[in-house]
């Protein structure tokens, strides 16, 4: 297994980035925060979790091991591919995964893209004991800081997630006005979640 791929960014698309590795372009699957902390040129050491299919091996990348590691548990769930996986792990980092399934909060898995009530309450089962309590403290994760392009990232991020062009046009301008008041630079997991709960009322 590929543990970890580490090297200059050489390409970064809205789900995904290229690694050099040896004179090598790995292409890596990412989340939105996993993406936002990487720059073009840059060094990056991303932990990844290769999933073998008949018809292709796909490489996905995480910022850490603990990050990995849930997204592998969260597979172990029935009906949970790595593309669901990395969709929750896109909305939630992986304390507030735990927290989530260790308070039976079905609201924190139905903001997830395509899962449903009756989803989120089979996933709660399913991972009752095998995500462990959180690590650290209570309180809502915040993702990594955008220096720039918040908006071009938060919409290529919902458009990853499945939502089309004009549901992310509506999320972005509803969420701007927390971005604008943000002190500092936005933080784009706080405000891709602040974005799908707007979807979901809308819905």
């Given at each position: 297994m590929i543990a970890f791929v580490s090297g200059p960014v050489a390409a970064l698309a809205p789900d995904s980035a290229v690694v050099e590795?040896?004179?090598?372009?790995?292409?890596?699957?990412?989340?939105?925060?996993?993406?936002?902390?990487?720059?073009?040129?840059?060094?990056?050491?991303?932990?990844?979790?290769?999933?073998?299919r008949e018809d292709s091996l796909t490489l996905y990348g995480f910022t850490d091991d603990d990050e990995r590691?849930?997204?592998?548990?969260?597979?172990?769930?029935s009906g949970v591919g790595p593309r669901l996986a990395q969709a929750m792990l896109a909305v939630h980092t992986p304390d507030a995964l735990r927290r989530a399934v260790s308070t039976g909060d079905e609201k924190a898995l139905i903001a997830v893209p395509g899962i449903g009530k009756k989803g989120a309450q089979k996933l709660l089962l399913d991972l009752k004991d095998r995500l462990g309590e959180p690590?650290?403290?209570?309180?809502?994760?915040?993702?990594?800081?955008?220096?720039?392009?918040?908006?071009?990232?938060?919409?290529?991020?919902?458009?990853?997630?499945?939502?089309?062009?004009?549901?992310?046009?509506?999320?972005?301008?509803?969420?701007?006005?927390?971005?604008?008041a943000?002190?500092?630079?936005?933080?784009?997991g706080q405000l891709l979640r602040a974005a799908l709960q707007t979807l979901n009322r809308a819905r």
């Open positions: 590795v040896g004179g090598i372009g790995i292409a890596v699957q990412c989340s939105p925060n996993t993406l936002s902390g990487l720059r073009m040129g840059q060094q990056a050491k991303l932990a990844t979790s290769l999933v073998v590691q849930v997204f592998e548990l969260l597979q172990t769930a690590l650290g403290p209570g309180g809502p994760a915040i993702g990594k800081a955008v220096t720039t392009g918040w908006r071009d990232q938060l919409h290529a991020a919902l458009i990853g997630l499945g939502y089309a062009t004009r549901e992310a046009d509506e999320a972005v301008s509803a969420v701007a006005p927390q971005a604008e943000a002190e500092g630079t936005p933080q784009i």
